[in-house]
């Protein structure tokens, strides 16, 4: 059983819940977080570690949707957003030498904290992006 993944399943599908208004959306969010869950019961973890592996590549894709900012470029985007793109790069270097090292504890547990901060990068764009501060863009950089 994945333990350590359903608090998050279950905190991510609430503040889905709590943030949007279309109750077909919120019923499509609970009967999604409700398979995940039972998926967890039922499934092998090594399933679950290449789903996230495929996930951790394909969630690229989406980011013109995640990112809320009205400024796409990183110069006019505020503290909240660099800190998480820190944050991001932070893991990732730290998940490529893990990788390549042998399975400890200690490891294990700086792997499953790295890969938590990896896709909260994702998960939370939508709202951290949207609430932070960001600069104006100049005249010549915008297409208005």
Do not use: C, H, N
Request: charged residues 10%; positive net charge.
């Amino acid at each position: 059983v994945l333990w350590a993944l359903a608090p998050g399943v279950v905190a991510f599908a609430l503040l889905i819940i709590w943030s949007v208004k279309s109750s077909a959306t919120r019923i499509a969010v609970g009967v999604s977080a409700l398979v995940l869950l039972l998926g967890f019961l039922t499934l092998d973890a090594k399933v679950w570690g290449v789903v996230l592996m495929g996930a951790s590549v394909v969630i690229f894709f989406f980011l013109p949707w995640l990112d809320r900012s009205p400024v796409k470029s990183i110069r006019y985007k505020g503290p909240i957003t660099k800190t998480a793109i820190a944050l991001f790069v932070i893991a990732f270097f730290v998940l490529g030498y893990l990788g390549t090292e042998a399975v400890t504890g200690g490891r294990t547990l700086a792997a499953q904290v790295g890969t938590a901060v990896y896709f909260l990068f994702f998960f939370l764009m939508p709202w951290y992006s949207k609430m932070d501060t960001t600069r104006p863009e100049p005249q010549r950089v915008t297409w208005k």
